[in-house]
């Protein structure tokens, strides 16, 4: 389901990479939270009829983390933008034929594996 299910997808994959944890649906020992806030598509190229030729996708979150076992949030609203990673992630060369969805599915990898490492790789 559009961008939020690429981002969901993108962390469900990057958080089964670790054996130490399992994604379930309920009753796990965390729960990580969070919601789109923005997303921007910056042109950064123009092609000489003044169409945006290159462009980069930045989504921003907010996100929360909470240890169920212990019953105490861990993280709080955290803001995160995928451009604070990595200017290249979620870059589109639009006259080369790419489409916007490629520079979402690059921006959704890059913030999930942020993500997944600012919360199961802390706890």
């Known amino acids: 389901k559009g961008l ?3 981002l969901t997808r993108a962390l ?3 958080l089964n990479l670790d054996p130490n944890v399992r994604v379930v649906n ?3 020992d965390a729960v ?3 919601e789109i806030i923005v997303v921007k598509n910056t042109p ?3 092609t000489t009829q003044d169409r945006p030729a290159t462009m980069v996708v930045s989504i921003v979150t907010s996100f ?3 240890d169920e076992v212990e019953q105490r949030p861990i993280l709080t609203a955290v803001r995160l933008s995928s451009s604070q990673s990595s200017s290249a992630i979620g870059r ?3 006259d080369g034929g790419e489409v916007m969805a490629s520079a979402e599915e690059a921006a959704s ?3 999930a594996k942020t993500i997944a490492r600012r919360t199961v790789g802390m706890w």
């Open 92 to 94: 589109v060369e639009i």
């Open 44 to 46: 950064l190229r123009e």
């Open 64 to 66: 929360s983390f909470y």
């Open 32 to 34: 990580i939270s969070g």
């Open 26 to 28: 309920s009753g796990g």
């Open 109 to 111: 990898q890059e913030l």
């Open 4 to 6: 939020e299910g690429k």
């Open 12 to 14: 469900i994959h990057r």
